[in-house]
């Protein structure tokens, strides 16, 4: 795991050795699996992405490039008043 603030977001980064992602580029589609069916609905990673695009973010996934696995990016908007945030979109 890296994180960095930079530019008024932290972006952290999320790295593993496993074999990759086969469809990088749909991972976050809703119902998109690689798994059988019955086994996997498809909703997991476009649920996070739906999180992370609420809260201002992004979110996104590559497989690396020197070795096997797959590196997901969280970036985030740094908020120096939640609370402040928060009331001016409505929340109780």
């Known amino acids: 795991m890296r994180t960095s603030v930079l530019d008024g977001h932290i972006e952290v980064e999320f790295t593993d050795n496993g074999k990759g992602i086969k469809a990088p580029e749909r991972i976050f589609d809703p119902f998109f699996t690689t798994k059988e069916v019955g086994k996997g609905t498809g909703l997991g990673l476009s649920i ?45």
């Open 48 to 92: 996070c992405y739906g999180i992370v695009r609420e809260h201002g973010g992004e979110i996104s996934c590559r497989n690396r490039a020197d070795a096997e696995g797959a590196v997901f990016t969280v970036k985030l908007p740094l908020v120096a008043d939640a609370p402040a945030l928060a009331k001016s979109k409505g929340a109780s």
